[in-house]
């Protein structure tokens, strides 16, 4: 923002006034994501279930609002998009778990033939021998991948058995997992007089200004939200097409992981290429799989730049990449894989919070060192 921009105050409100109410806004967004993760730490089985249906009224908030402008009822909207939804999951889910089955039963191969045959090949281009730890270490992981696979099944009864050994537990979690969708149901129907109740508590000479910083966590939350998101799964389509066509072994699991940790800048493409390359190797049939990895991926990154991000999704979160490594893994080390989860999200409203704080800064004499600066 320009200096002359910084200079004009708030429209009806003085800048002495707009300032008191930017900071008491910025106050009460910090306290709300300390009790978002409060609430989590302590009532787990409550907030979760609440928070993933507020999260599925958001995303789908928008198509709704567009039926609606469009003349139909919004109780009628918001059935027409859940039913809608539903039944892409369900087909997604029907499709996708035998897929991921016949995926998975490869790994112990995969693994397996990776330690056998993987690390002669790379010692073979080094032209050394590999440490004896690392020809180690991938023999072994070849051999849990196995027993990972093998012990699933059972695994997966013992941990049922003992939800179900914990009746009030097991109960719990299947109240939880059942009242998502009906709590997200009535959020979206509602989620305009949620919203309309929320401002009418406001004080009426702050309405427009924090109507306006809402506006823009909303900005930069849908950006992460349905942006990122979209990204990743027209990338995951992107990388496991074309990895599939290069007879590339695991090619919807590398896929799915390169897209989806897209969302992490760098670690998708980083990661998807280290394991194609594994799978190159494992399942060698000329130079003319080489080229398609290349091209998978070059092609998958310069369409996410040029068309999925500016097109389809407009701008990004807005964040910084080493911004968002350094959420995830501070997030990660103090709330877990849930702060993992909320860590992007978390970081982009402390970074509208924290642009509002400095831009008020910025209108002080302290900074401006004009003594008829309010």
Do not use: H
């Given at each position: ?232 799964a027209v990338l995951s389509v992107i990388y ?86 350094i959420a995830i893994l501070a997030f990660g ?5 849930v702060g993992i989860l909320l860590a992007v ?30």
């Amino acid at each position: 923002m320009a200096a002359t921009d910084r200079q004009v105050p708030e429209v009806g409100l003085s800048e002495e006034a707009a300032r008191r109410i930017d900071l008491w806004w910025a106050t009460v967004m910090v306290g709300a994501l300390g009790l978002v993760f409060a609430l989590l730490a302590v009532f787990g089985g409550v907030a979760v279930p609440v928070l993933l249906a507020l999260a599925g009224a958001y995303i789908f908030n928008p198509m709704v609002t567009a039926l609606e402008k469009r003349g139909m009822d919004r109780t009628w909207g918001t059935t027409l998009v859940f039913t809608g939804g539903t039944l892409l999951l369900v087909g997604a889910v029907l499709y996708l778990v035998p897929v991921f089955r016949d995926e998975a039963l490869k790994l112990p191969d995969f693994f397996r033939r990776a330690s056998t045959q993987v690390v002669p090949k790379v010692e073979a281009l080094l032209g050394t021998s590999l440490p004896e730890l690392v020809r180690q270490r991938t023999t072994e992981l070849g051999e849990q991948a196995t027993q990972l696979v093998q012990s699933a099944g059972p695994a997966a009864a013992r941990i049922l058995a003992s939800f179900a050994g914990n009746t009030a537990r097991f109960v719990a979690t299947l109240l939880g997992l059942a009242v998502v969708p009906v709590l997200a149901f009535f959020f979206l129907q509602d989620y305009p007089l949620l919203l309309g109740k929320m401002k009418d508590l406001l004080p009426r000479r702050s309405v427009a200004l924090v109507g306006k910083r809402f506006a823009e966590v909303d900005e930069v939350l849908s950006a992460f939200v349905r942006g990122q998101l979209t990204v990743g799964a027209v990338l995951s389509v992107i990388y496991a097409i074309g990895l599939s066509v290069g007879r590339i072994d695991m090619a919807i699991v590398i896929g799915v992981i390169a897209g989806f940790g897209n969302m992490v800048p760098y670690l998708g493409t980083g990661v998807g290429i280290l394991l194609s390359l594994v799978g190159l190797m494992l399942s060698w049939q000329g130079p003319w799989q080489l080229g398609v990895v290349a091209g998978t991926f070059i092609v998958g990154q310069m369409l996410e730049g040029f068309v999925i991000t500016p097109r389809i999704v407009g701008e990004k979160v807005g964040l910084a990449p080493m911004a968002v490594i350094i959420a995830i893994l501070a997030f990660g080390e103090l709330f877990g894989f849930v702060g993992i989860l909320l860590a992007v999200p978390v970081a982009a409203i402390l970074k509208v919070v924290l642009r509002v704080v400095i831009q008020r800064y910025q209108r002080t004499n302290l900074y401006t060192g004009d003594a008829r600066a309010p």
